[in-house]
């Protein structure tokens, strides 16, 4: 199994990072392949606390070689700022790659981020503020820049020179004046374009001839399939293909290259930013998964919208992904819950819906169908020392949750976990690297 990735398959934040850096153990390439600075992806090693952004998770491991793949948007300021506070703590970044063909997110993306969410009015879809939207847009109308234009001036100087006018005109429109200081912005990107010149190369090259050489590699999904551009809650949605089939065009390899695609799949449904959230709840019991879960964002801290799990969402996810496995994170935030709830199906105006609609007004308009199952007990042991025990150990009632939800999506729970630490998880896959 040298092939593997990890795909968010609720709306984002259902612990891709603690999942990654854990099986980035044995890997020797990680990759990133979508998304940018609006990822946070948490890990915890010890009781050091990393958030990561941009970097791939594999950054941490220094025998792993972490790719910025070319479908990602690389803001270079945030990439400076993340790279300095892991070496604060001792991780050198050295062992980075960086696609020559990845866009580079512009100080004016995030001006015009902030201007076109201001012109949405109530309708916001409440985006990270780091300019993902307006790239991507870029990129799709041949608008960007790329990695490999920052190493070569005149090239640079003549993208610049046909693409400024339009987002001058682009932001005037929005009543927002961009004041670009061409000749600063031009020399801040050369400076960049020197500085990380020897991490810059056909990532697609790199990561084909690893897997080739039969060596371990990972793709680190960020957001997730509920904030995929084409399948998630249009238009309350990242720029970006989460789902597994941005692999292809964000890391440049076959559909054959993915061989295990594992599902990160939170015990529970949160949400960040505005749309749809057919099981969010707003009571108590919400307060609770918030208040236990820690669920502010890692790269706004706003307050995530919590709910039960929807399993309509789930085999939406199973679906699109491909998903062979799932790991199932954050069961310990339910401990001390008397009953549990879990969505099957919704009802659309008296008709049963298991299969996730497209159309956002049906969704505002979807009553969740709920099963109730019986909760556990808060544990009195430490979750590590519970976890020694394996899969066997566990409350009965927390393994009736787990059985209920393969049973229902049709694919395996291959990990646990019940904690933030490497060491609070339970790894039941049959496959290993
Ligand atoms: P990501 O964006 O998918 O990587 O997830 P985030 O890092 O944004 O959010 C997940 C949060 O939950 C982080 O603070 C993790 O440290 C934490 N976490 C991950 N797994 C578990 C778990 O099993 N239990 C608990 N209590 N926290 C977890
Ligand atoms: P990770 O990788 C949760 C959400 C934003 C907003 C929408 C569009 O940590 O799971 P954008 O800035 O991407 O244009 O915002 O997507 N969003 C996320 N929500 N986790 C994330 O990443 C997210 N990245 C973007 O809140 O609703
Ligand atoms: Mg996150």
């Not at 958030?51 to 025998?63: C, N, Q, T, V």
């Not at 307050?303 to 996810?317: E, P, Q, T, Y």
């Amino acid at each position: 199994m040298p092939t593997l990735a990890i795909i968010g398959a609720q709306w984002g934040d259902e612990g891709k990072g603690k999942i990654t850096d854990y099986l980035a153990e044995g890997a020797d390439m990680v990759v990133r392949y979508q998304g940018g600075a609006n990822a946070g992806h948490t890990i915890k090693i010890g009781e050091e606390v990393f958030a990561l952004h941009l970097l791939p998770s594999g950054i941490l491991r220094k025998d792993v070689m972490a790719v910025i793949g070319n479908g990602m948007v690389l803001d270079l300021d945030r990439l400076e700022e993340e790279l300095e506070a892991l070496k604060e703590k001792g991780i050198s970044g050295e062992n980075l790659k960086i696609s020559d063909r990845v866009n580079i997110v512009l100080p004016y993306h995030r001006t015009l981020d902030g201007a076109q969410e201001r012109s949405r009015g109530a309708k916001v879809v409440g985006t990270t503020g780091r300019g993902i939207g307006p790239c991507y847009a870029d990129k799709i109308s041949r608008e960007g820049i790329r990695m490999g234009d920052l190493l070569d001036e005149e090239l640079l100087r003549s993208r610049l020179d046909l693409v400024l006018p339009i987002k001058e005109r682009f932001a005037a429109s929005l009543g927002e004046n961009l004041d670009i200081h061409r000749e600063k912005l031009i020399a801040k990107l050369l400076e960049y374009g020197k500085k990380y010149e020897a991490c810059v190369c056909d990532t697609s090259v790199l990561i084909n001839d690893a897997i080739k050489a039969g060596k371990n590699v990972m793709f680190e999904g960020a957001q997730g399939t509920m904030l995929d551009i084409d399948y998630g809650t249009y238009p309350y949605v990242t720029s970006s293909n989460c789902t597994s089939a941005g692999i292809c065009t964000g890391a440049g390899v076959p559909p054959s290259a993915v061989q295990e695609v594992v599902g990160i799949v939170k015990a529970y449904t949160t949400r960040v930013g505005a749309g749809p959230f057919v099981t969010e709840l707003h009571d108590d019991i919400g307060e609770t998964l918030l208040k236990n879960g820690g669920e502010f964002g890692t790269t706004t801290g706003r307050a995530r919208r919590c709910g039960w799990l929807d399993l309509v969402v789930v085999r939406h996810a199973v679906r699109l992904n491909g998903l062979t496995s799932i790991a199932l994170t954050k069961l310990d935030v339910l401990n001390g819950l008397s009953e549990l709830k879990v969505c099957t199906a919704y009802e659309i105006d008296g008709e049963i819906v298991r299969n996730f609609p497209g159309n956002y007004r049906q969704l505002e308009k979807a009553v969740p169908v709920y099963e109730t199952l019986a909760g556990w007990d808060n544990w009195t042991e430490k979750t590590s020392k519970l976890c020694a025990g394996g899969f066997e150990a566990l409350p009965t009632k927390m393994k009736e949750y787990v059985a209920y939800i393969e049973k229902d999506i049709g694919v395996p729970v291959g990990i646990i976990s019940v904690g933030k630490g490497r060491n609070e998880t339970i790894d039941r896959r049959q496959n290993k690297w």
